[in-house]
């Protein structure tokens, strides 16, 4: 029983609650750059079987902490299942070493949080969020505005001031937007949409990659922090 807990607690929780579609994902010693991230992902959606990747939203706050959404409930319970093998491997390699239920859930509500604590400046920035439509990475601005509704947004604005005062549960994210930054968004917010007709843009050298996966812009190597000791290190593998 005192391995099973002290397994858990090293890799994050054994199951996911009902309509989880967002995954938080903790690297080992190593830190991870958004083409190692990638890789990852696209190797699990091959060995799944998908016949393109399930992910459209994937962020790389700190160099050892990792947010993915997947399309829907299912799609992301089958990821996790995969994840949560690797974890559980122990090996001495890098790799992930825990994976669990995200605190902000969805695509909507995870664009929203971003723009809440990060603000439109970030927009631009390389370490900021990829999004993806059918394994197509589509304009991060583009996006939020077909996404995210004035609704949702001031929902996050307050969920984020609220994680901003102990930082418990994000992170690695940046401080919050300014006032102008929402200013910006009312002028071209289309509300929540669920349209799938996103247009190539910034980030359209991310086109599907050579078989199921899907690449990004990034360039190698985002900054990022780590906080308190990590856990054993894992290697990633099929």
Avoid at 164 to 179: I, T
Wanted: hydrophobic share 40%.
């Amino acid at each position: 029983m005192a391995t099973a807990q002290t397994a858990a607690s090293l890799h994050g929780a054994d199951t996911l609650g009902d309509g989880t579609t967002t995954l938080v994902l903790r690297s080992s010693v190593s830190k991870m750059t958004y083409p190692e991230l990638m890789t990852m992902l696209n190797v699990t959606t091959a060995a799944l079987g998908f016949q393109a990747p399930r992910y459209d939203f994937v962020y790389l706050p700190w160099a050892k902490l990792a947010f993915v959404n997947f399309e829907d409930p299912a799609s992301c319970k089958a990821y996790f299942t995969v994840f949560r093998n690797v974890c559980n491997l122990g090996a001495e390699h890098p790799g992930i070493s825990a994976v669990a239920e995200a605190f902000v859930q969805g695509l909507a509500r995870n664009l929203a949080f971003f723009l809440a604590k990060c603000g439109w400046k970030a927009v631009s920035d390389l370490r900021a969020p990829c999004v993806f439509s059918g394994g197509v990475q589509v304009p991060l601005a583009q996006a939020i505005r077909q996404h995210v509704s004035q609704e949702v947004l001031l929902d996050e604005e307050q969920r984020a001031r609220a994680s901003a005062v102990g930082r418990p549960n994000n992170p690695g994210l940046a401080e919050s937007g300014s006032r102008e930054d929402q200013r910006n968004f009312s002028k071209g917010a289309r509300g929540d949409s669920s349209g799938k007709g996103a247009t190539k843009g910034r980030g359209s050298k991310g086109k599907s990659a050579k078989g199921n996966g899907a690449q990004t812009d990034r360039g190698k190597g985002a900054a990022g922090r780590s906080r308190g000791p990590e856990p054993e290190r894992v290697v990633f593998q099929l």
